[in-house]
């Protein structure tokens, strides 16, 4: 860990205990109000490594007993009954009244000035302070976040990327569009979009407001659906990506190490280098629109996109980047879109430290490797001799997780820069082996590889898509027979990649034909197979959509375009703070009931300590403002959840004043200590409950 990363931990822990303390000193100063007698205010948990004490002075640890003996001894002595305590852990704080406590009852009668003695207004003003002072903090740090002293930089609510047959393209949504409002509600930056689909009630649609490349707004409705992946409502649009990579000496290393076992063109730029032509036209950062559209031009066309990359040292080299076909839906077949025919498997990238990859102990003893690009064409398990031909990807993830848990390796015959190539021997590497999921025995096998379609041939994968054109038996047994299958004509076009595959296909259908004719090779020689296209299945073929391989411009996660919030107006900057703060509070309560009520949000998004923790060190990475934006947010998600009706929690107090108040007595002692407990093993089941999903998404790959 760096000197840098170290700092941002400590300035977390600091801020997060910072806005404890905050929560803590709202009950103190409420209690002071109201004559309520404090015994100790301490920062931090555990022993106490200084006190002070008003008439005793600084002292080393606590001056509990010291105060209890002087007192003992001369009653009248004018010392302070409050301990001002900083303890070993600084992670929060809390306040000990007399007469109160969180997991007991007290037995009532008291000191004149106990908390027990205080009306039920004033035990009600001193309950409520804590989160009070919460929301006030959040609202301050919200104001100086927006405040031109420093501004908040985050992710553009411009679309980078439309995903096809997703709720946005059916709206009409495009790349370089961007979202101005949601619902009425302005969407200052990306989060603001994923956040106010995700809390929309079930079946429920969004207007959006959005402004297209040449200035013009339109007013858009998008019917959002939960996606498999999230288990939130999403409309399938992700943010723009940057033509300028930021600088990183880290990620650099990593792309360097790491490049070998990638096809090429597949990481065209390097941190700290910028695009700055796309096939010849000159582009700035936030132009990605134009990458985009090039992309499309190019998959249709069948050829790669030029780009003009300027390094760091103001050099220019020339990459080309080949189009890939963007995934539709969430299952792994579904971004196959040629009419239920699908394309071979090829490595598009290898994992370090998987044993079949590149440079690794396998190569260093002479023995073969898959490679970036090499073509999958048949699979044979060891011992079994069993055969796959021409794999797709679920009976490929399927043979492979059923030989690697057998202990078994493998053998594939791969088609190489045009030839024929054997790997025998490949042992498979656990998949998702992290250590809750070897736990439950969530592991499955492979090759450690990822896996793209080979478009640059014209092979058949062995089984086609169900429930598409191409689902019928005539053209399941052509495709299906041996070991070898290639479209070779679509529609009396010759092809000799998909790209064109796919051109043809469009053309025709565009035409208004509904069927179309496809030549197919086999050993057994050329078959014609005719496809009928229903218009369901025009549409899908219409809408094929190529994209530029991610990490071409995107090496570094989250380099996307971004924009900066701030005002040198206070006024408009506290205006923003208490509306923001408003906004996490009311989102906050929103999502508790989309994940209780209206199941529209699932519960295994929920994170807790661990999580939080997690997501901060991330967060105090990228800057300041990110820090005291993950702060202030921290600080109203404490003001909610503290004040929700829960025994031992600040709110399930206030329920039982608010019982006293209306019954003109407290509930019985029996009454509070069993909520109390009760409240006290839900609120332990649920911290469980998080630091799971927590712990999962740490360690579970």
Known sequence: MDVASILNLLLLAFGFGFVIFWHELGHFLAAKWAGVRVEQFAVGFGNAIFSYRKGLGLRRGTSGPEYKQRIAEKPDLDISPTEYRLNWLPLGGYVKMLGQEDLAVPDGGHEPDSYQSKTVGQRMVIISAGVVMNVILAAVLFTVLYSGLVGFSATASRVGSVQPGSPAETAGLQVGDEIVSIDGKPAHDFSKIRLGIALLGRDASADVEVRRLDGSVEALQVQPEVGEATGMLQVGVLPMPSLALPASDDATEAIERARPT??????????????????????????????????????????PVKLVVRESDGMDRIEKVWPLLTPVGDTPDASLQFGGLRPLLKVLSIGTDSPAAPGGRREGEGLDVLRPGDVLLTLRVGETGDLLHRPTREELGEWLNRAGSGGRKVEFDVLRDGE???????????????FFSRMVGNVRYGLGANL??????????????????????????????????????????????????????????????TEVDFTIATAA?????????????????ASVDWSGPVSALSPQAGNYVETTRETWNPLQAMWWGVFETRDQIANLYLTLRRVTV???????????????????????????????????????????????????????HMVFLLWEKIRGRAPSRAVQEGALWVGLAALGCFVIFVTYNDLSRLFTL
Request: glycine fraction near 10%.
């Open 262 to 303: 990638f096809v090429p063109g597949t990481w065209a730029v390097m941190p700290g280098e910028q695009v700055v032509s796309v096939d010849n036209a000159e582009v700035e950062p936030g132009d990605y629109p134009v990458y985009a559209t090039a992309i499309d031009r190019a998959g249709d066309e069948g050829r």
């Open 420 to 434: 024929m190539v054997t790997l025998k021997d490949l042992p498979l590497t656990p998949l998702g082996g992290g």
């Open 452 to 513: 793209t379609d080979a478009l640059e041939t014209t092979r058949l994968a062995t089984t086609v898509r169900e429930d598409s054109a191409a689902d019928v038996e005539s053209v399941r047994e052509i495709v299906g027979d041996g070991a070898e299958a290639s479209i070779v004509a679509v529609g009396g076009e010759a092809v000799s990649n998909w790209y064109e595959i796919s051109r043809f296909m469009r053309n025709a259908l565009a035409e208004g034909n």
């Open 525 to 541: 020689g050329e078959q014609t197979a005719t496809l009928t296209f229903d218009d369901e299945a025009t549409t899908a073929v």
């Open 598 to 652: 209206d199941r529209t949000v699932s519960a295994s998004n929920l994170s807790g300590p661990v999580g939080i923790l997690h997501f901060g060190t991330i967060v105090a990475a990228r800057g300041y403002d990110w820090l005291l934006w993950f702060l202030a947010m921290l600080s109203a998600n404490l003001a909610v959840v503290n004040f929700l009706p829960i025994p031992i929690l600040d709110g399930g």
